[in-house]
């Protein structure tokens, strides 16, 4: 069978295409940017750029699909998001029906009987949009995910990590069905195979009612803590986003959505999936299992800053999503130009701005038995994967774009820093500096968020002097005052 998968780079995505490649299928994996696709290593898949609010692109996908699943949804967008996404699947029902795509798959959510989150209104509302064209819908609904990756789980693993004492909104009391991904990734697969499962709408839900509370215990009893929750009345859900926000690696906007869909209890009638799809359908506590075993395989579809066990310094309780941090400045100068200093970064060079503050740190690593002053480099210019470069590791080289670093100071938690050159004309490079903090703990984060307030003089810095080298080893001269 012919397959094309649109949202592929997403979460639900990156686990399914290694699912349908082992049933034989036909893979194509779609996503806004093919350079995301590459980097996952789908060598037997067929890699496409295309996104939903370009129908040619869409039409160009579609051509020659017999199943395509639709799994794009902006979780994470602001704005006028509900608009984009109806447009968007007006968008992919049409070229779907003009190129003879024979079925659509489309995953939506669980919905409470009494909701007003515009997020989950607008995944009801792209399924009734897809169902408007002419190519049978298969809608699959599931709640909150058992898996590495999943928001829902990870602020799950987040709260028990990092709060040994949790003041808590009333909706932890809320209750729901949460699924395992490998369950909700079978159910995905097979209804992509199967006739009767055309045009019919399937609650997918795991085999336990549970409230939020009940699952932050589980999880707590499975990695050897017993977190103390007191729920309050008076957090909204504003504020209770925001308040998960600052314990969590999770963005405000996700959750956010998160909050609105867990107001409510959450019914499922899964009765129907489970007769045309049996399976072993595993409980909370088995999935949170499956979730330790996935990690110590290192069998993470994740992106390379997320979920990784390699940027977690194979600690599974460090927290899955990042914390960031970023700088940017745009040079006048090639983007070789811009590369050439990136790359020379450290040793004798140092770090090009804010020197004594490295210099106070590296200080203070070395008095707890670090190596942070540990200074050096293999070679003054070139660098490859491997490298140590002072106290920092070289994780990955991708000349003349990008250098990733992993942070070797002792630090409560694991920390990357990225550099990423992308030219924007002629001698005109934007140079842009990210720290990806993985925090372990509550001590994680207070550390991230002791050394916030730096982080924005000294990233920004950094990308200044960096564009000012670049400038004056190009041009012979200092003249770069543009960010």
Do not use: C
């Not at 780079?9 to 696709?37: C, D, E, F, Q, W």
């Not at 209750?175 to 499962?197: C, F, M, Q, T, W």
Request: aromatic share 10%.
């Amino acid at each position: 069978m012919r397959v094309t998968v649109v949202g592929a780079s997403g979460y639900i995505g990156s686990n399914l295409i290694p699912k349908l490649l082992a049933r034989g299928h036909r893979v194509r994996a779609t996503a806004r940017s093919r350079v995301v696709l590459e980097a996952r290593g789908w060598t037997e898949a067929d890699l496409i750029e295309a996104d939903v609010l370009k129908p040619d692109s869409l039409r160009h996908a579609l051509h020659g699909t017999d199943v395509a699943y639709y799994l794009v949804h902006s979780l994470d967008a602001a704005g006028d998001f509900r608009s984009l996404e109806e447009q968007g699947a007006a968008n992919f029902a049409a070229a779907a029906e003009q190129t003879g795509v024979k079925r659509i798959v489309y995953l939506g959510g669980l919905i409470p009987e009494d909701v007003h989150s515009p997020h989950l209104i607008s995944r009801q509302a792209t399924g009734a949009r897809l169902r408007q064209g002419r190519v049978p819908v298969t809608e699959i609904r599931a709640g909150i995910i058992v898996g590495p990756g999943s928001y829902a789980f990870e602020v799950i693993r987040d709260l028990v990590n990092n709060l040994p004492v949790m003041v808590t909104p009333r909706w932890v009391q809320s209750k729901s069905p949460p699924i395992a991904l490998d369950n909700l990734l079978n159910y995905l697969v097979r209804v992509g195979e199967l006739e009767e499962a055309a045009g019919g709408i399937f609650d997918a839900a795991g085999p336990e009612m549970l409230s939020y509370a009940e699952l932050l215990l589980q999880y707590g009893e499975r990695v050897g803590k017993r977190p103390k929750i007191i729920p309050v009345p008076v957090l909204t859900p504003q504020l209770s986003s925001y308040w998960l926000r600052f314990v969590t690696s999770v963005p405000t906007s996700i959750a956010k959505a998160l909050v609105e869909g867990l107001k409510h209890d959450i019914k499922a009638d899964s009765s129907e999936l489970r007769r045309l799809v049996p399976q072993n359908l595993l409980t909370y506590r088995e999935a949170v299992d499956a979730v330790f075993d996935i990690e110590r395989r290192n069998a993470v579809a994740s992106r390379w800053t997320e979920g990784s066990l390699l940027f977690r310094n194979y600690n599974p309780n460090y927290a899955y999503y990042a914390k960031r941090a970023q700088g940017s400045a745009l040079a006048h100068a090639s983007a070789l130009a811009v590369w050439q200093q990136v790359a020379a970064i450290g040793g004798d060079n140092r770090y090009y701005y804010a020197n004594l503050l490295w210099s106070i740190r590296e200080f203070f690593d070395w008095a707890l038995g670090g190596p942070g002053r540990n200074h050096g480099r293999r070679d003054p210019i070139a660098v490859r994967a491997g490298d140590t470069i002072d106290s920092w590791r070289v994780i990955d080289v991708d000349p003349p774009r990008r250098l990733t670093l992993g942070f070797g100071m002792k630090a409560p938690g694991a920390g990357v820093l990225e550099f990423e050159v992308k030219p924007e004309g002629a001698q005109r490079t934007r140079i842009t500096l990210t720290a990806h903090w993985h925090p372990a703990g509550v001590w994680g984060l207070a550390y991230w968020y002791a050394f916030a307030p730096s982080h924005y003089f000294v990233f920004n810095g950094m990308a200044r002097a960096i564009a000012e080298r670049a400038y004056a080893a190009e041009h012979g001269g200092k003249a770069n005052d543009e960010t």
